[in-house]
């Protein structure tokens, strides 16, 4: 337990740390331990948490620390979802059987935010807390929502970007979706940052693959092939950046496009390994779903929560990528 709190709290300020050369920026913020007597004797929880996505070891993650939160505060979870993050009624149909269960906390990263928003409303009237995390629901009903700041983790891929290129040059972004407040974020967080403070870098292109890797490598021949002067791109998910890859590699364009990616995977880190891709922006998955099934069981108890938990990110190259505190945060 205390391995995943430490790994869970490493980021847990405003920002990212950046380990470069012998500088060691690594900050590791205390916590509290579990109260784990948060119930009356014999009354247990139970807490259902629903995704998107599956198929991306990001959840196999998430789900690890949600387990070890619900066998360190004694509760029962279900910990179910869609396989791709596109498939909205898919997800809806799920949300609307874990609500028949009748759970005491939803916990949900929602595909479409407001297409969730009848079942949260309902939700609300049966007394069920209503807990977002990775991706938020846009509905004041929802107690939190524990994530990364995705907008500020995207604008710090904006800015290795532009520091990369110098300041100079057209970019990209492959986007999973354009419907979850995840998807919104990193594309605005990205975008703004390189519009706003490098004039003399240019967006030619925002696109979106679905978070599927073979679609997002079609997306990125087809933006070569009509930008051949393309400078840089930003695969601002796990999918995304794994298409990326695998399109400049299809096209035979390794070291002449600068890529960054965002989350994790075996391809992505050999490809920062291979010098194919610069680096990318990683999460802290196993603090997502700990903290997560925390809040809900806090909400439960009446506790006021802020509006936002947030779970941390860092930036990883070939700098840093084999150091402790990174490789905790990364997966295959």
Not at 250 to 271: H, P, T
């Amino acid at each position: 337990m205390k391995k995943l709190l430490i790994i869970g709290q490493i980021l847990l300020f405003i920002g990212v740390f950046n380990i470069v050369g012998t500088q060691q920026a690594a900050s590791l913020v205390n916590q509290q331990e579990p109260i784990l007597q948060i119930m009356p004797s014999g009354q247990s929880l139970y807490i259902a948490l629903i995704v998107k996505g599956l198929k991306y070891s990001f959840w196999d993650i998430v789900r690890i620390g949600a387990e070890r939160a619900a066998s360190d505060y004694g509760v029962e979870i279900t910990f179910e979802g869609t396989e791709e993050e596109r498939q909205v009624e898919e997800q809806l149909a799920i949300l609307e059987a874990a609500l028949d269960r009748n759970p005491s906390a939803i916990i949900l990263s929602a595909v479409d935010s407001r297409a969730a928003t009848p079942f949260i409303e309902r939700a609300n009237l049966l007394g069920i807390s209503v807990i977002g995390f990775d991706s938020g629901v846009v509905s004041p009903i929802v107690r939190t929502t524990v994530a990364t700041d995705n907008y500020s983790a995207a604008a710090l891929a904006g800015n290795k970007m532009a520091e990369l290129l110098d300041g100079v040059g057209k970019v990209a972004i492959i986007v999973q979706d354009e419907t979850s407040r995840v998807g919104i974020d990193r594309r605005d967080g990205f975008i703004d940052t390189i519009t706003q403070a490098y004039p003399g870098i240019e967006v030619v292109a925002i696109r979106y693959g679905g978070g599927d890797v073979n679609l997002s490598a079609e997306i990125t021949k087809e933006i070569i092939r009509e930008h051949p002067d393309v400078a840089g791109i930003f695969g601002a998910n796990e999918g995304s950046a794994h298409g990326v890859i695998q399109g400049v590699k299809e096209l035979n364009k390794q070291g002449e496009i600068v890529i960054i990616g965002f989350d994790s995977g075996e391809v992505l880190i050999d490809a920062i390994r291979e010098g194919i891709a610069a680096g990318a922006v990683t999460q802290n998955p196993l603090g997502i779903g700990y903290q997560a099934v925390e809040a809900a069981i806090r909400s439960i108890r009446g506790e006021i929560l802020p509006t936002f938990i947030d779970t941390g990110f860092a930036w990883y190259d070939n700098s840093n990528i084999d150091y402790p505190v990174i490789r905790e945060l990364l997966y295959k």
